[in-house]
Structure formats: structure tokens, C-alpha cells
């Protein structure tokens, strides 16, 4: 049987899987592209919405008017800071999800290589 016909064999029968390029894929898109889409959409529904705008722009006054420059840098390290600890955690849930995937591997290997069915 030739290599590619083997390929796609043990694709189909999910003997070879493509989830850790998959996750790849997947944690790019959700570390880089879901933050600027969800920025993207705050701004689409903030113009489209009269309710939404308002309420962005009365919360925009209050920060600027109520909170002192110490209190506004504070609020927006912890918003940082909030930001940074939620892509770690994406970071830390796509690794887990890859190590799981390559343990997985690792297993099928001893167990070939033992001869156990």
C-alpha cells in the first residue's frame, strides 16, 4: 500500500489525528483575532445600538471626570493585567489540551512496541 493511500487510510479510520495542528490553529485565532474581533464589535453594537452607545459614554464620562489620573492608571493596569492573565490562561488550557494529544501518541507507540493489543 503506498504511503499516501496509508495516510489517508489511518486519517479516516482516526488512527492518526489532526488536532494538534488543529489547536494550533485554534489558539492563534483565539489569542489574536477574538480580542480584536471583540473589540470590533463593542464598537459596531456601541453605533448601532443607542442604548449601548449611551452607556459607553456616560461610563467614559464618569472615568474621566470622577477618577483621579492615579485611579484611571490603576484601572487600566488592572484591565492589562486582566487581559494578560486570560491569555495565559488560553495559553495554558492549549497546552494541557496538546500534552493530553501527545501523551496520547507516546502511549500507542509503547503499545506497539510491547506488542499489546
Request: glycine share 4%; no cysteine; net charge positive.
Amino acid at each position: 500500500m503506498s504511503s499516501l493511500a496509508q495516510t489517508l487510510r489511518d486519517f479516516l479510520s482516526f488512527q492518526t489525528f489532526v488536532s494538534p495542528y488543529a489547536l494550533i490553529v485554534f489558539y492563534y485565532l483565539g489569542a489574536l483575532v477574538m480580542p480584536l474581533a471583540t473589540w470590533g464589535l463593542m464598537i459596531w453594537a456601541r453605533r448601532r445600538i443607542q442604548l449601548l452607545g449611551d452607556a459607553y459614554e456616560f461610563a467614559r464620562w464618569l472615568a474621566l471626570d470622577r477618577l483621579s489620573p492615579r485611579q484611571r492608571v490603576l484601572v487600566m493596569a488592572l484591565a492589562l493585567g486582566a487581559f494578560l492573565f486570560m491569555e495565559l490562561l488560553w495559553r495554558m488550557m492549549f497546552e494541557f489540551l496538546i500534552a493530553y494529544l501527545q501523551m496520547r501518541d507516546a502511549l500507542l507507540q509503547l503499545s506497539r512496541v510491547s506488542g499489546a493489543p
